[in-house]
């Protein structure tokens, strides 16, 4: 893995080996454009995710790495957030995208304006084929659209109508300096009241 690359976009699947096959080339395409590197962490996988990726990692070596999250004994609240901490160790890059496989960048333009700020939640607007970066310089004003949309059981990456000011983003851009609050902020129980709250202040913070 090079160092000399500014972004590496970090994937955690498990058991989606359809949607690899599906989105993983998006997110190639978007990263080998911008000389970026795509970290995908394997949780566990029991269908053909594993044999997929080897096969893509021998097609795409200058870009593609992959590593695993084994069954672990320690106990850990969430897999998905030691999945990604695992990504974010073995980058080497400045900048850090925590993406979903779920939600392939809309063009090769996805990475660009990603690192303006210390921090960016990007948005792919279908309509118009638009991306749209909302830059920070404090990780905090990211915290409510991050525990709105990746609480546990909830509604993760995807997108939908008016999903700018719902707070469902397509991913989240962090130097490096930050990621582990970023991900610390993910796969978290947010009960009834929280949510409601979380969303009244994303709405507010859309209108500015």
């Not at 690359?5 to 955690?12: G, H, M, V, Y």
């Not at 900048?95 to 090769?108: C, G």
Request: proline share 4%.
């Amino acid at each position: 893995m090079e160092n000399s690359n500014t972004f590496s976009i970090i994937l955690a699947v498990h058991n989606e080996a359809d949607k690899i096959e599906q989105n993983l080339p998006a997110f190639l395409e978007a990263a080998t454009e911008a000389g970026a590197q795509v970290i995908v962490v394997d949780d566990m996988s029991s269908d053909n995710t594993p044999d997929v990726l080897t096969r893509m990692k021998v097609e795409h070596s200058d870009v593609l790495y992959t590593t695993f999250l084994p069954e672990s004994v320690i106990v850990n609240p969430s897999r998905l957030r030691l999945a990604l901490s695992v990504g974010a160790k073995a980058a080497k890059t400045p900048y850090i995208i925590l993406a979903s496989i779920k939600r392939p960048p809309l063009n090769v333009g996805w990475l660009y304006g990603m690192a303006d700020d210390e921090a960016a939640l990007v948005y792919s607007l279908k309509k118009g084929n638009q991306v749209v970066h909302v830059t920070t310089s404090d990780v905090e004003d990211l915290r409510p659209a991050i525990l709105k949309a990746e609480r546990k059981k909830g509604c993760g990456h995807r997108g939908r109508f008016l999903k700018m000011r719902r707070g469902l983003y397509d991913a989240v851009c962090v130097h490096r300096d930050h990621v582990y609050d970023i991900i610390n902020m993910f796969d978290r129980p947010v009960g009834f009241g929280k949510l409601w709250r979380l969303r009244f202040q994303v709405f507010l913070n859309s209108l500015f």
